[in-house]
């Protein structure tokens, strides 16, 4: 027959079993928090790392860029030093003549 005592630690047995099936189900959703949590990561450093890839590019063209640019602008700056003086040879050939 059974005593109080087997049924105390039936229950207790029955309770512990109970906890442990709760503990195991809050591990397993603590688990697939932290992997969500991971994977979140995991993406927000990549993303990260694609926009720091298209800062660097577009440093790089507007760099390249502003090297052309005054290359340009040098070179037209000469083409008026030049026409300037071409004009100013004009004029004192005109004079000259006359």
């Given amino acids: 027959m059974l005593t ?3 049924f105390l630690y ?7 079993l109970i906890l442990t099936i709760f503990l195991v189900w809050v591990l ?5 928090l932290l992997r969500q949590g991971h994977d979140i990561m995991m993406q927000v450093r990549k ?8 800062i660097d590019a577009i440093h ?3 760099s390249q860029s502003t090297h052309s640019l005054v290359s340009v602008v040098q070179e037209c700056a000469s083409m008026l030093r ?3 003086e071409f004009r100013a040879r004009k004029g004192r050939s005109k004079r000259a003549q006359k």
Avoid: G, K, P
Wanted: net charge negative.
């Fill in 82 to 84: 030049f026409i300037q």
């Fill in 47 to 54: 993303t990260v790392s694609e926009i720091e890839q298209s």
């Fill in 28 to 32: 397993y959703y603590v688990a697939q």
């Fill in 60 to 62: 790089q063209r507007i």
């Fill in 10 to 16: 039936i229950i207790i047995a029955v309770c512990i």
């Fill in 4 to 6: 109080s005592l087997d």
